[in-house]
């Protein structure tokens, strides 16, 4: 599937993965970022379901949770918000059971968090586990997805992980979409789509 484009410029898999849950996210959403990072995708998902929605944001590095608290803090959205200090393989656990099924959006960035340790990055058990826990999460029409990043230590074995897990959804209930970036290689980042049907 070829990437839109923008003045003849390939839109990034990052931007592409926002418009493609634009659609999704309105005023009083339930959303969550699987893995805050510094806090890009969480504002994203906030200001997009404020001021009566909410977003649940996951990170296991306290420095990632302060950094995205002061950023929606500037962006004046943290109380359509909460920040988790946990994995997001423990979801399930951490999100509200009488949202179970109602989550419009979800967004998973892998690896590592910029700027700091790149030994710490996500792992194949806990992303699964995440990604598992995603599929019972979301809302008939919800979507997620996943920016995988094949490039750096353990980041192809993740992404083989991740895409073979998705190769094993059921089709009649999901809708699963890859998309690469302009330059595809074996390192090249990759954006994983995937639609709940029903």
């Not at 979301?138 to 997805?145: N, V």
């Not at 992404?159 to 302009?182: F, I």
Request: one cysteine or more; proline letters at 6%; a negative charge.
């Amino acid at each position: 599937m070829s990437l839109p484009t923008i003045s003849n410029k390939p839109v990034p898999l990052l931007h592409q993965a926002q418009q493609l849950l634009k659609p999704r996210l309105h005023d009083g959403a339930i959303s969550i970022d699987a893995t805050v990072g510094n806090g890009h995708d969480t504002l994203f998902l906030a200001q997009h379901i404020a001021p009566t929605g909410r977003v649940y944001g996951f990170d296991i590095q306290a420095a990632a949770i302060t950094a995205t608290r002061v950023r929606l803090e500037q962006a004046g959205l943290l109380n359509c918000s909460r920040l988790i200090l946990s994995s997001h393989a423990f979801m399930g656990e951490q999100i509200p059971t009488d949202v179970h099924g109602k989550i419009n959006a979800i967004m998973f960035n892998l690896g590592y968090l910029p700027g700091a340790d790149k030994q710490l990055i996500t792992l194949s058990d806990s992303s699964l586990a995440a990604l598992n826990s995603a599929l019972d999460l979301l809302a008939p029409q919800g979507m997620l997805t996943v920016l995988a990043y094949p490039g750096h230590a353990g980041g192809a074995t993740e992404t083989a992980a991740v895409h073979s897990w998705s190769e094993l959804l059921d089709q009649s209930r999901y809708s699963c979409t890859t998309h690469h970036s302009n330059h595809p290689t074996a390192s090249a980042p990759r954006l994983l789509v995937i639609e709940k049907l029903n």
